[in-house]
């Protein structure tokens, strides 16, 4: 298929390690099946966290557009999102820092300025907040230990706080987003 009719999506990483192997192994699996081009876009606190869990290396090899934030506008993504050259913006792993910034319309970093701008510009939004159960979440530390996390309340406001808001849809895992990418894939 030509690059012209391709699928361009942009996924983001923040700085949280909640299903950030399972993001990059989705990625990997819809690259082999279908014409998709990711972008990969990730927060000064999302390498971090992705080095930390040994998966810098993984993405670098399985996504051939990576881009680190340097400022909140550069790499400039939020006007090719805005004009709807993407046809979407995924958050996965989305922070509980992160979805605290977007609930309350702080756009200071690469991601939330993209999420920011790509909503003014009627193109979806979809995120994975890390923090969205009202029930303590399994997890694993970088060695594969399981890690059993408590969610606070105010993680539990800014949710809510995100369900209100047009152009955003949330997912709570990655079957979810599976669906949708698919979907736009058939309406392409």
Known sequence: ????????????????G?????????????QKKYSIDFTVILSTQGVVVAKWYRQWLYLKETIQKVQVEKTPNNPFLAGPLQ??????LIVCPLSANSAAKIAYGIAD???????AQTIKGGVPVYLNPSDQEDKPIETYRPSGEKLILKIREVELE???????????????????IKRIILAQIESD
């Open 1 to 16: 298929m030509d690059k012209e009719k391709r699928s361009k999506i942009i996924w983001g990483i923040t700085g949280s």
């Open 18 to 30: 909640y299903l950030i192997k399972e993001s990059i192994d989705l990625m990997k699996e819809l």
């Open 83 to 88: 004009t709807g050259e993407y046809k979407m």
């Open 109 to 115: 970093t690469l991601i939330t300025n993209c999420v």
């Open 158 to 176: 800014n949710i809510e706080r995100l369900k209100k808001m047009d152009g955003i849809t949330l997912f709570s895992d990655l079957n979810g």
